[in-house]
């Protein structure tokens, strides 16, 4: 949220900002803006030790000092304790800039250069040179300047989480004028704090004195999760040594990152610019590495298609061993590659010697329960709650971002659960865990307070802390104070079921009439008897075209003389009846009606009877019939004992990444379910038993196609319902209504 101080400088560099319309449309004001705010906020930093600085350099170069040196030695005139180098070397600064206007173009380009490399890199990136020459040459360079002179940036005026703030509001504004698609939002910062101070609860380790960690966001944008974790942790342990690690494929939301880093002091090579899942030019900055906290806002509700190349191959070639082992989401939204990407960087669970990991993330809805039984969503769900990894779910308030209103999920995942929360997943109902705001930014009217006394993020912590099933809180419903149940507790295998296909058998009555016999022309076999595949030699296509249609003819002249014929009013009330009098007429013709041809007549001739007789093939068994073809949502039970079989083969070193497998079936989507089945054969009798049989007597379980599903229904758990109001009530409101404008009406007239 935006104090009166980030409010004023947002304002004062937005009304700068308008000073480019003209050469620049709304849209394309990030590209000077941001670079320049940047550039600003380095100026402000190094413009006390400029002089110094300048003067070492000039003593270092005379002296013929080795060049892999002198960034080192200027470093330490900045900073005796910096070790990440940041200087500049030119002679310039914002305020000498100004002093030469006629010549401030290549001034500025100068002074750039005359940056330490990641300082000159950050700018490449803004590809801050092409808007120079832009600015120069529409007379808005000097004038963007002088303005930007006038506002102090400086770290000790404005911290890097609060310069945070004014990077959020502008880029949220910046946004809005480019109408950016809605999984490229900018995270709230109080967003950001919700899921730092969940993830770091009941953390006790990263609180302990000169403790390491590593800190990572897959999609770090402008860095934000990153700095807000350092800070949420240095609050509560100032000797702590925390590494933070991340990786953008945006240019300039990596270039403000790194910005933000080296200011800071931290290591800029562990901002990693690319595509974190693999577009075929970057990949995953760091393949093979873990880290003990992971925080992402991944881009959701967005396609994948540049990435699907990459994905599917390391899907397909590695499996487990890769990162996407688990499935693949729908094309249409890769969040959940982001989530199998994190927790592929994990450190090992301590029941394997390892420390363990904690994640957050956000999602959308559709992680919660997009896919069938036995797609790819439903494949990762199953695998990240059978492992155990599901600790908690917050469902937040909608319009909280920029550029979407739609309602949000933080999803918080570890291999290392207390022992109270093993086996067990939180769901928080966060929806009105909010206030409005004063005023609306785009799509944003909600934020959640931090506010003393009205303590929101505070709020869902300590639910998330206390773990309780059934806790209540009074929250606002309809304006009016209501007490609802905001935390429920659930078993890993609530979330699952069993899909069941059941089968009904095919019904046919036949009978030969014209229009019946008419339907032929539909069937391909029937069809393709006329049709040649000769194509070079015409006249012998012609002929056997010809043939094949006096072949047709005599197919119906067959079919023509069973009308009437059927013991049932002409119609036949059972296939095998009609398939011995079709034989018999077809040899009264001299014909044997071949197979493919015999199914085109079924198919034409037949109908869906459910008084017919039961349709069955050469060994007695019932058809299915595919349009009464049904499937059932078996809830699971607890989980089973595993077989000794399966027990056995997943303990196997080759199927190690199968072992947390709570039932009987290997993760992926193309495991065998034969141990499954006879493993829940019970399960699934009893409840056709219970629910299906009594109401259709003739059905049956195909058990080959039975599959595992798993789905997170949150909003169906903390659904409350409400009656409609009483008739009589409604009635008199109508009433009423309706005499207030016969009313008005005669006051028309009058």
């Known amino acids: 949220m935006l104090t009166e101080q980030h409010k004023e400088i947002s304002g004062k560099i937005w009304e700068i900002a308008n000073r480019l319309r003209g050469p620049y449309r709304p849209p394309q004001y990030r590209l000077v803006m941001l670079p320049m705010i940047v550039l600003r906020r380095l100026d402000c930093v190094l413009e006390p030790t400029k002089e110094a600085v300048v003067k070492e350099h000039d003593r270092l170069v005379a002296a013929g000092m080795a060049e892999k040196a002198i960034p080192r030695l200027l470093t330490k005139i900045v900073d005796p304790d910096r070790k990440q180098p940041l200087y500049n070397v030119s002679p310039f600064t914002f305020a000498k800039l100004l002093g030469d206007s006629e010549n401030i173009a290549p001034n500025l380009v100068s002074y750039i250069n005359g940056f330490s490399a990641t300082a000159r890199t950050i700018f490449d990136k803004f590809k801050f040179g092409e808007q120079i020459e ?346 009016q104070p209501e007490e609802r149940v905001v935390s429920r507790i659930f078993q890993n295998h609530e979330f699952g079921f069993l899909k069941v296909t059941v089968e009904r058998p095919l019904r046919l009555n036949f009978e030969a009439t014209p229009e019946r016999i008419a339907r032929l022309d539909d069937q391909s076999a029937f069809a393709s008897l006329a049709v040649s595949k000769k194509r070079k030699d015409e006249a012998a296509a012609a002929r056997e075209e010809a043939e094949g249609r006096e072949e047709q003819q005599v197919i119906r002249d067959i079919v023509a003389s069973l009308e009437g014929a059927g013991p049932f009013g002409g119609r036949y009330m059972d296939r095998d009846g009609f398939e011995a009098d079709l034989d018999r007429a077809a040899k009264r013709f001299g014909r044997k009606v071949p197979g493919p041809i015999k199914k085109a007549i079924f198919a034409a001739l037949g109908e869906r009877d459910p008084q017919a007789e039961i349709c069955r093939d050469s060994k007695g068994r019932p058809e299915p019939d595919s349009e009464l073809r049904d499937t059932e949502n078996i809830p699971l039970p607890a989980y089973p004992d595993l077989p000794d079989a399966f027990a056995r083969a997943i303990n196997e070193p080759e199927n190690a990444a199968h072992r947390g497998a709570r039932l009987p079936m290997f993760f992926g989507p193309d495991s065998p379910n034969d141990d499954l089945v006879a493993t829940m054969r019970g399960v699934i009798d009893d409840y056709i038993r219970a629910e299906v049989l009594p109401h259709v007597p003739d059905a049956w379980v195909d058990y080959a196609k039975t599959k595992v599903g798993y789905e997170i229904p949150i909003n169906r758990h903390f659904y409350v319902y409400k009656p409609p109001r009483p008739l009589a009530d409604i009635e008199t409101d109508i009433t009423k209504l309706e005499g207030e404008i016969a009313e008005m009406l005669k006051g028309l007239v009058a």
């Open 134 to 479: 832009k600015l120069d040459a529409s007379n808005r360079l000097f004038n963007i300047v002088k303005a930007m002179a006038e506002i102090d940036l400086h770290p000790d005026k404005i911290d890097n989480i609060q310069m945070g703030y004014v990077f959020e509001h502008l880029v949220m504004r910046f946004n809005e004028q480019a109408n950016e698609e809605a999984g490229d939002h900018f995270t709230p910062r109080e967003v950001i704090r919700l899921m730092t101070s969940l993830i770091y609860t009941g953390e006790e380790d990263v609180y302990k004195p000169g403790v390491y960690k590593e800190i990572y966001d897959p999609t770090c944008g402008t860095g934000g999760m990153l700095s807000v974790s350092e800070e949420t942790i240095m609050r509560g342990n100032q000797s702590a040594n925390l590494a933070l690690f991340g990786q953008e494929y945006n240019d300039e939301s990596w270039a403000i990152c790194c910005a933000d880093m080296l200011i800071k002091d931290e290591e800029t090579d562990h901002i990693v610019l690319g595509d974190t899942l693999g577009d075929g030019k970057t990949r995953d900055g760091f393949a093979d590495r873990q880290f003990h906290y992971m925080l992402a806002n991944p881009p959701f509700g967005v396609e994948w298609k540049d990435q699907q190349k990459v994905v599917a191959k390391e899907h397909a070639e590695l499996g487990f061993s890769g990162r996407f082992g688990a499935g693949l989401p729908a094309i249409n939204d890769g969040s959940l590659l982001f989530l199998q990407h994190m927790i592929s960087k994990m450190h090992p669970a301590p029941a394997y010697g390892g420390e363990g990991s904690k994640i957050a993330i956000i999602f959308n809805g559709s992680p919660l329960f997009s896919g069938d039984a036995g797609s790819g969503p439903s494949n990762i769900r199953r695998w990240i709650i059978e492992n155990d990894w599901l600790d908690a779910i917050v469902a937040m308030p909608d319009q909280l971002f920029y550029n979407t209103g739609i309602f949000t999920y933080i999803w918080l995942v570890t291999n290392r659960k207390a022992a109270e929360r093993r086996g067990k997943v939180q769901l928080i109902d966060g929806t009105r865990f909010f206030r409005k705001m004063r005023k609306s930014l785009n799509n944003k009217r909600n934020e959640i307070s931090d506010a003393p006394g009205d303590d929101q993020i505070a709020e869902l912590t300590r639910l998330y802390g206390n773990n309780k099933d059934g806790e209540t809180a009074v929250v606002t419903i309809d304006g």
